[in-house]
């Protein structure tokens, strides 16, 4: 399975960027591919693929659905808002070496919500592990959040009682415009969420419970999968092409 060949449309696929970025890495031989075929089509081994997808977003997975809490490592841990904020300062500076100025203020506007509801809507009710895993892989331009609360059902069922299943809470939570009331805000910052990344070249894929998301430019529609793996809280990755 390991020597398995994949085409280099699923590797895109898979690592989050464009086929034009995967012929770029070739050539500059930041992730080679193997040419086959009389036209010389590029493909990917799986074992360099899986290589190379073990990085922080990986990290921050098995961290959200362990089955028992535990401290991330202090480079990726924000325990507080405070911590929080001064690593999204960070995050902006190091975004200027790779993208343009609205990309920068964009994506760190779309983190920040992300991290902040987490903290808004766990304050006082963290069920282990206090703060958020937040970190962030420029070689694949990625950024990943993820916290170990109380996730977006419960904190919706406060106003919607009617919602049963994390896939109902998470359609609602990015659809729907709610009050502005504390409860509430979650659902409103992620509309936000979604109306930037669906509106520039970024992408986002958002898991609570068992429930989740998958979002790009230009998605009308929210689309939303079960997944086999739970967790309690919220698990976020956005993606972004060094082209931006």
Known sequence: ?????ITIGEAARRLNVS????????????????????????????????????????????WA????????????????????????EKLQSV??????????????????EIGNNSF????GNWPDIPGIFFSYDMRIRTIVLADRGQG?????????PQL?????????????????RRPEARGNGLKFVRSVIV????????QTGDALLHLKQHDNDVVIKQTNVSIRGCFATIGFEESV
């Open 1 to 5: 399975m390991q020597n398995t060949l």
């Open 199 to 206: 509106e520039n070249p970024f992408t986002l894929s958002f």
């Open 19 to 62: 086929i034009d970025t995967l012929r770029r890495w070739d050539r500059s031989h930041r992730l080679q591919s193997i040419r086959s075929g009389p036209r010389g089509h590029r493909y990917y081994k799986q074992s360099d693929i899986d290589l190379y997808l073990q990085h922080v977003v990986s990290l921050a997975e098995q």
């Open 152 to 160: 977006i059902l419960t904190t919706l069922k406060r106003v919607k």
């Open 120 to 123: 808004d809507h766990n304050l």
């Open 65 to 88: 659905s362990a089955p028992v809490g535990y401290a991330p490592q202090p480079d990726v841990y924000c325990q507080t808002r405070d911590v929080f904020a001064a690593r999204l």
């Open 164 to 180: 049963h299943t994390a896939r109902e809470a998470l359609n609602v939570a990015f659809t729907e415009t709610l009050s502005g």
């Open 95 to 112: 975004l200027r070496d790779y993208v343009p100025m609205w990309a920068v203020s964009l994506l760190t506007a779309v983190a920040g």
